[in-house]
Nanobody, 123 residues
Framework: VQLQASGGGLVQAGGSLRLSCAVSGGTLSNYFTGWFRQAPGKEREFVARISWSGGSTYYADSVKGRFTISRGNAKNTVTVYLQMNSLKPEDTAVYYC???????????????WGQGTQVTVSS
């Protein structure tokens, strides 16, 4: 299973970005797909997750009400999105998508990882 994250960039505070995570090479059936982020010098932290069916979502308090996780199905590919609105400078980090079976928000409980995509929010 491969996860490919994209969509990062530079945006001013208050702006929006949408990240995408393309899942291919297999399925993550019965897995959660989550977004994590890591700022320089900090541990990787949970941002949001969505169930494989798309019916269940969960957010970190720091992004609740500003970020929305969703998924879409296309031919042979599942894509998980993270719509980020009202961005703040403290949202600056490398963002990663991951797949895991646990409901834990601890990053080590996730089994599959994509490469990161940089999000920089200027003040």
């Amino acid at each position: 299973v491969q996860l490919q994250a994209s969509g990062g960039g530079l945006v001013q505070a208050g702006g929006s970005l949408r990240l995408s995570c393309a899942v291919s090479g297999g399925t993550l059936s019965n897995y959660f797909t989550g977004w994590f982020r890591q700022a320089p010098g900090k541990e990787r932290e949970f941002v949001a997750r969505i169930s494989w069916s798309g019916g269940s979502t969960y957010y970190a308090d720091s992004v609740k009400g500003r970020f929305t996780i969703s998924r879409g199905n296309a031919k042979n590919t599942v894509t998980v999105y993270l719509q980020m609105n009202s961005l703040k400078p403290e949202d600056t980090a490398v963002y990663y998508c991951a797949g895991g079976k646990s409901i834990s928000t601890w990053f080590r409980s996730y089994d599959y990882w994509g490469q990161g995509t940089q999000v920089t929010v200027s003040s």
